[in-house]
């Protein structure tokens, strides 16, 4: 059995003169977590519809198991799918809404009962078998969307936002239940959000995609520490990016100062775009900095300080423990790991 | 002073209002009773009259006739109009506003328009006046009103529902009737109720539609009008239909109400 | 999904047949001379167009508009009140309120007509109680049949609107220093008028064309654009005067529903 589970090849869609999804490639292993990563209207939604076949494809092929599924109405896939607003029936409870893929395969009533509770279960909500849909709350709700999917034992699981509709707290929580529960089931996850905190805590691996192309695949590391382009860097986490020249021998130029850096893939004399995060510049006496500015703004953010500097005309975003006074000139240090270059 | 002006009015406007809406339901009610056959005296009470609604042949053949057309087309109108509202949710804003104009024409035109039309399209292809032609024009005029009892439900509907129920292995049509009719429910029954409502009443359009002798209670009324084939026997039936829809009314709201108090 | 979009497609499709065609048939009748439906031997004509000024017509249609207008102005000074009344009761009897102001609709519309024809004859069971009405036959006996019939139409559609206001927006008025009076001319009223024109709509419409009120309480003396269409129709066979006077009051009620949706932009109902 090979490894490879979905493959796309070469996708696109288009709504009449709208290309939604413009000629996407991506493979995608089993027991695998990977989130597709974008801001709203980027094409990711689309994509997982297209696998789930509520989509038709304008071009290309999706392959699942090695096989063209793409001539398979939706509701023969071997894949399951928990949409953004749960849909779940109304007119059903929670025993019946599980129960209705395992219903419509006519498996026998023990199985059933059996393997309903078994999933109500893991999603923590056993003894709300009776309950009717509209008497639970939204992350209750969004449990039993996840058990409804997960009872079929699908090959695959495509998760559209299910938790944008949770409070902070609850989502963070579900986050961590999600990963588990794939951990558990060893089946790949395809998940969908805008959340790039939520990418980076869940994902194995990540896909970040804009107006319906791929911009960057990788590990969460891989992407947050080594943006591509300047749409993942600014995408991803918070980051200052300034124009800058590649001098050679590790050695890079911006902000009217040289530094040390450990990239050393744009060719000497180059423009590059210098990623550096907020949290990795220190604040320290103007003497000591290898750079200067004068503090802008400064909010209290609970975790760290949000200090908003002026260099060489330039805004940069530092976040420190540190807490400077408005128009006070501090320097700035940062070491040479987290100076990150980008290709222009 | 609006405010005064409007608790002046308020006592005389409520008595006026139901002068004007009751006034001739309590009299057909006494003249259902009453012996003389005449409308301007009352000259005894009886009860002979609702023993005539079912031994006066041709009023009972009304009748029968009224609810007939009224059962056969609510059902026929009821499955069309259902139909035509999930079609109408699940397209486009352009195709859909497209349909609902042209579905809205029926409520809108007056009584008399829709009836003619419909009698000279009738007659252009030489359909048999009667029966068929009368549930054809109660069907078409009462579609409308089930999509539009219909389609507000559809729209509050989750529109991941059909999606969640074939992801889960349902064909389409598996799915509109295991989860979307359900969900629909209430809107459905609705508009079969408002479509059996304009159905049993309905006059004008029966006129124009009907033939071959073929008539409704409206259309039996108004042939005896002034007539001595007048029966007060009508007086009769229509005091028993405001009776009992009052009643069945009133029973299932008691019902929903006991219901309500069960839960808490 | 595909499947689910067809599914009012044919519904489109014939409802253009049945209410396209009879519109093609009747200007066709209108300017031609026909037996009926049969066109054979159909010769075009414009003498219809020319009876169109008789008296008998012209007079019809403006019995109608004025009667139906009268009436639908009554309905809406009573009504749009009682409305407002309605809403203020508690949810428990607001809707046994409801059903007061509905149930008169079951009753049959005919009977309710004769009920009142009845009474507007001298010699009525109102003599009991020394009232005697000779209203038969007069325009006034029309106007209180019609609204008799017709202010529940006009009540709904203004209820519901008013029932479903927001309420903040009351509340933000007032405390934006709005009196009792304001709020109502500057906001409530304001907002009801979608309900109010489809209340006008419901009863000015029905009113203008209906034939058996006024048939029954004009006497025969006061004839409404309804009582000469139907006459044409079923009593002279005459359809193309019939149809042509159709198409009249068609255009008449597309220009009535252009004006008021002109005044709240956007579709009725």
Known sequence: ?344 | MMTKLMNILKWPLVLVTFFLLYFPIIIIAILSVNESQSAHIFTGFTFKWYEEIITNSSLRTAIFNTFLIAIISTAISTVIGTAVAIGINANSKKESTKVLMLSNIPIVNPDIVTGLSLMIVFSFVRLKFGFPSMLIAHIFFSVPFVILSVLPKLRSLDKDIFYGAVDLGCTPMQAVFKVILPAIKTGIITGALIAFTMSIDDFVISYFTTGSGFSNFSIWLYSRLGRRTFSPAAYAYNTLIIIGTFTTIMIMNLKSYRKERKRN | ?269
């Open chain 1, 1 to 344: 059995m090979s490894d490879l589970l979905v493959s796309l090849k070469e996708i696109s869609k288009k709504y009449g003169e709208n290309l939604v999804v413009d000629n996407i490639s991506l493979e995608v292993k089993r027991n695998q977590f990977i989130t597709l990563l974008g801001p709203s209207g980027c094409g990711k939604t689309t994509i997982l519809r297209m696998i789930a076949g509520f989509e038709d494809i304008t071009d290309g092929v999706i392959s699942f198991e090695g096989k063209d599924i793409s001539s398979i109405p939706a509701h023969m896939r071997e894949i399951n799918t928990v949409f953004q607003n749960y849909a779940l029936f109304p007119h059903l409870n929670v025993f019946e809404n599980i129960a209705f893929g395992l219903r419509l395969k006519k498996e026998n009533e023990e199985s059933i009962k059996e393997r309903v509770y078994q999933v109500l279960n893991m999603v923590k909500l056993s003894g709300y078998e009776d309950r009717n849909i509209s008497e639970l709350s939204g992350g209750q709700q969004q449990r039993v969307a996840l058990a409804r999917a997960i009872v079929n034992r699908p090959k695959l699981l495509l998760l559209d936002e299910p938790l944008s509709a949770l409070d902070l707290k609850l989502r963070q929580e579900m986050q961590y239940e999600i990963k588990d529960l794939q951990n558990q089931l060893g089946i790949t996850f395809i998940f969908v959000t805008h959340d790039q905190e939520e990418a980076l805590t869940m994902s194995d691996q990540i896909i970040v995609m804009n107006e319906g192309k791929i911009l960057q695949i990788g590990t969460p590391e891989d992407i947050y520490n080594e943006p591509q382009n300047r749409f993942v860097a600014s995408f991803i986490g918070e980051s200052n990016i300034v124009k800058g020249k590649y001098l050679g021998n590790y050695e890079v130029e911006f902000l009217g100062a040289k530094f040390e850096c450990v990239d050393d893939y744009i060719p000497i004399g180059g423009d590059t775009e210098v990623v550096i995060r907020p949290e990795d510049l220190e604040v320290v006496s103007p003497d000591k900095g290898q750079i200067t500015g004068i503090v802008d703004d400064i909010v209290f953010k609970g975790v760290h300080y949000e200090v908003c500097v002026i260099v060489q005309g330039k805004e940069l975003i530092v976040h420190t423990l540190k807490s400077p006074e408005i128009n006070e000139q501090i320097g700035l240090q940062v070491g040479p790991e987290e100076i990150h270059l980008m290709r222009v």
């Open chain 3, 1 to 269: 999904m595909d499947y689910l979009q067809r599914l009012s497609k044919p519904y489109k499709w014939i409802m253009y047949l049945l209410v396209g065609v009879p519109i093609i048939i009747m200007i066709l009748l209108s300017f031609t001379s026909t037996l009926g439906v049969d066109f054979s031997g159909a010769e075009f004509s414009l003498d219809n167009l020319g009876r169109l000024n008789e008296p008998v017509y012209t007079q019809a249609i403006k019995n109608s508009l004025t009667l139906s207008s009268i009436a639908t102005i009554i309905c809406f000074l009573i009504g749009y009140p009682i409305a407002f009344m309605i809403t203020k009761i508690r949810d428990k009897y607001k809707w046994l309120i409801l059903v007061m102001v509905i149930s008169p609709m079951w009753s049959n519309m005919l009977l309710r007509i004769i009920a009142w024809e009845q009474l507007f004859k001298p010699n009525s069971l109102l003599n009991t109680i020394g009232i005697s009405l000779d209203l038969l036959g007069t325009r006034s006996a029309i106007i209180i049949g019609m609204v008799s019939i017709y202010l529940p139409f006009m009540i709904f559609p203004i209820f519901t609107v008013l029932d479903k206001m927001d309420k903040s927006l009351i509340e933000a008025s007032v405390d934006l220093g709005a009196t009792k009076t304001q709020v109502f001319t500057k906001i409530i009223f304001p907002l009801s008028i979608s309900g109010v024109a489809s209340g006008v709509m419901m009863t000015f419409l029905p009113s203008a064309t209906a034939f058996a009120l006024p048939e029954r309480l004009g006497g025969g003396r006061i004839l409404l654009i309804g009582n000469v269409i139907e006459n044409l129709f079923k009593r002279v066979y005459n359809y193309n005067l019939g149809s042509l006077l159709s198409i009249v009051i068609i255009l008449i009620i597309f220009g009535a529903m252009r004006i008021i949706n002109r005044q709240e932009g956007g579709l009725i109902i």
